[in-house]
């Protein structure tokens, strides 16, 4: 699996199995991406998906009005694939409720490589600290759009975010780690903000971590070609994927894809996205119709309660969540 580089407007992009990323992106023109509650949730429904999809662990986020902030890691090295899925269809969703037309962030997102035994915590903390130091809240728990409240044990944590990842890096115990989290966060009120460590706009980290990421950035221009610093995760293919919804619904696997069988042919398609990730043209091209028609079926049986066939094609698929 190789690193990728791709150069964006002003910054270099490195990406790679295992990274830990800062995120960010704005509004176009300065305004906001967000102008009531129902935009926040319709934003975090779509990033749980994204999170969902591409595997990825969300320690933190939050929800300003002109901007968010996301810390991810990226067992596969896939942060721009899922963020570009994740902006546009925000964007899609924001303009149609609005009835408008027309770009809503600027530009592409933005993110900082993050060394993560270092910086991990840290970020945790300043990310949800945001509204706080903005003056929108006195208390950080006040803010009820970030990981703080699911974090710190006041809300019930949904599925998509890394609350107990985090509370293991304090305590072995969740009660205690989740208190030290606490803690941990009201003594980062007025601790300076860590982008004054970051180094060539791109990377948090360490002397030595610095030098391995501007050692990889060379070897990758030169060679087109790197060892990922750990392995991705496996996924299963899109021909496994349509022969064990073929087990489900007792057919094969050409019979699944010639759309016959409608809740099979649902339950593949929203498995081809979901389990192997495979781009939307991809999947409609498998099926004859269009990128739009495997959208909204993804939609739809994300939104709805499994039949027993789709929950059996999901456990052989082996989808946890």
């Not at 027309?102 to 933005?110: A, E, I, P």
């Not at 915590?121 to 130091?133: A, D, K, S, T």
């Not at 593949?268 to 043209?281: C, H, I, S, T």
Request: with cysteine.
């Amino acid at each position: 699996m190789p690193v990728s580089v791709s150069e964006m407007a002003r910054q270099l992009r490195l990406e790679y199995a295992g990274a830990l990323h800062h995120v960010t992106a704005r509004g176009n023109a300065k305004g906001d991406i967000f102008r009531d509650d129902q935009d926040r949730r319709c934003f975090l429904d779509i990033l749980s998906r994204e999170v969902c999809q591409q595997r990825w662990r969300c320690y933190a986020y939050c929800l300003m009005d002109n901007h968010y902030h996301l810390l991810l890691e990226t067992p596969e090295g896939n942060l721009s694939r899922g963020m570009r899925r994740l902006n546009s269809v925000y964007t899609q969703t924001f303009n149609r409720r609005h009835q408008q037309a027309g770009h809503v962030l600027h530009g592409r997102f933005k993110s900082i490589l993050v060394e993560k035994h270092v910086y991990l915590l840290e970020l945790c903390r300043y990310i949800v600290l945001n509204p706080v130091r903005a003056g929108l809240v006195r208390n950080v728990h006040e803010w009820k759009w970030s990981s703080y409240r699911v974090t710190a044990g006041l809300e019930k944590a949904p599925h998509w975010i890394a609350v107990v990842q985090i509370h293991k890096l304090f305590h072995r115990s969740n009660r205690e780690g989740r208190r030290r989290y606490r803690q941990y966060v009201q003594n980062g009120v007025d601790t300076p903000s860590p982008w004054g460590h970051v180094r060539g706009q791109i990377f948090l980290g360490t002397e030595p971590f610095v030098t391995t990421m501007a050692k990889l950035v060379k070897r990758q221009q030169r060679t087109n070609v790197l060892r990922t610093l750990s392995q991705p995760i496996r996924r299963l293919t899109g021909t496994q994927v349509l022969t064990r919804v073929g087990q489900a619904y007792a057919l094969s696997p050409r019979k699944v894809l010639t759309r016959e069988h409608q809740d099979a042919y649902q339950c593949a398609a929203w498995l081809l996205r979901r389990v192997a990730n495979e781009p939307l043209g991809v999947v409609a091209d498998r099926f004859g119709v269009s990128p739009s028609r495997i959208s909204h079926i993804q939609r739809i049986l994300e939104s709805q309660r499994l039949t027993r066939e789709q929950a059996r094609a999901q456990q052989l698929c082996h989808v946890t969540s």
